[in-house]
C-alpha cells in the first residue's frame, strides 16, 4: 500500500529547527517544506514534467511570508496546469518574462531605441525637432505604457486636439512618427502587427504648398 502522508499543520511548521543537515516535512501530494542549517523554511513542489515524465522541482517562496495555505493554493494551481499538460516551472518563466518584456518595452524604450536608427539619416536640426515633438505631445500621454498595449484609438485620442487646433502639419508628423515606431516595434519582434498604421487617414491632411511661379 502507499505511504499516506499526513497534512502539516501551522504549529507543526512553527516549532520545526534546524539540524546540522537540511530535512523535508512532507504536506502531501508533492508539496514539502525544506528546513536548512540556517533556520530558512522553504516550499517547493515535487512533480514530473508532463511531457519528459522527468522528476523536477519548483520552489513557492520561504515561509512565514508564504503561509501554509497559501503554498497549498500554489499547489493546487500548479496540478491544474499539470491536467492540462503545461509545465508550471515553464509556465512561470513565461509569464515572469511577459511582465519584463511589459516593463521595458515601453512606447518610450522603443521610440529611444528607433530614434538612435533614424538620426543617422537625417539632419541634427530635423532629427532635434523630430524628438522634441514626441517629447512634447506623445511621451506625456503614452510614453509609460508598454508598445503592446498601445492600440489606434489612444494614439487618435492624443492627436484629435492637435488637429482641432488646426495643426495639422503638426499631426501629419506625428501620424508618421507613430507608424515608424509602432512599425520599428514590429520588426524588433515585440509586437505582432502596427495597429497605428493607417491613423493618418483620420485626419484632414494639411494643404500643399505651392511655390511661386515666375515671370519672366
Known amino acids: ?22 530535512y523535508t516535512l512532507c504536506d502531501g501530494a ?22 519528459t515524465k522527468q522528476r523536477n522541482m519548483i520552489s513557492f517562496g520561504s515561509w512565514p511570508e508564504m503561509s ?17 499538460n503545461i509545465d508550471p516551472q515553464h509556465h ?20 529611444k531605441r528607433w530614434f538612435d536608427v533614424k538620426r543617422s539619416s537625417v539632419t541634427p536640426a530635423y532629427a532635434e525637432d523630430l524628438w522634441r515633438s514626441l517629447e512634447m505631445y506623445l ?12 492600440k489606434a484609438q489612444r494614439a487618435i485620442k492624443i492627436i484629435e486636439p492637435i488637429a482641432a487646433a488646426g495643426k495639422l502639419e503638426t499631426v501629419r508628423r506625428l501620424t508618421q512618427r507613430v507608424n515608424e515606431i509602432m512599425t520599428f ?11 497605428c498604421s493607417g491613423i493618418s487617414k483620420v485626419f484632414q491632411r494639411p494643404a500643399k504648398q505651392h511655390m511661386p511661379r515666375l515671370c519672366s
Do not use: C
Request: net charge positive; glycine share 4%.
Open 68 to 84: 501554509l495555505a497559501d503554498a497549498r493554493e500554489k499547489r493546487s494551481e500548479a496540478k491544474t496546469l499539470l491536467q492540462q
Open 30 to 51: 508533492g508539496l514539502e517544506l525544506v528546513i536548512k542549517p540556517n533556520g530558512s523554511k522553504l516550499w517547493r513542489l515535487r512533480y514530473y514534467r508532463p511531457l
Open 92 to 111: 512561470r518563466d513565461e509569464q515572469a518574462s511577459a511582465a519584463l518584456s511589459l516593463s521595458e518595452h515601453t512606447f518610450e524604450a522603443v521610440a
Open 1 to 22: 500500500m502507499p505511504r499516506i502522508t499526513r497534512p502539516l499543520s501551522p504549529t507543526e511548521i512553527k516549532a520545526a529547527k534546524p539540524k546540522e543537515k537540511e
Open 185 to 195: 516595434a514590429v520588426n524588433s519582434g515585440l509586437i505582432d502587427a502596427n495597429p
Open 139 to 150: 511621451f506625456p500621454e503614452i510614453g509609460t505604457v508598454p508598445v503592446m498595449e498601445i
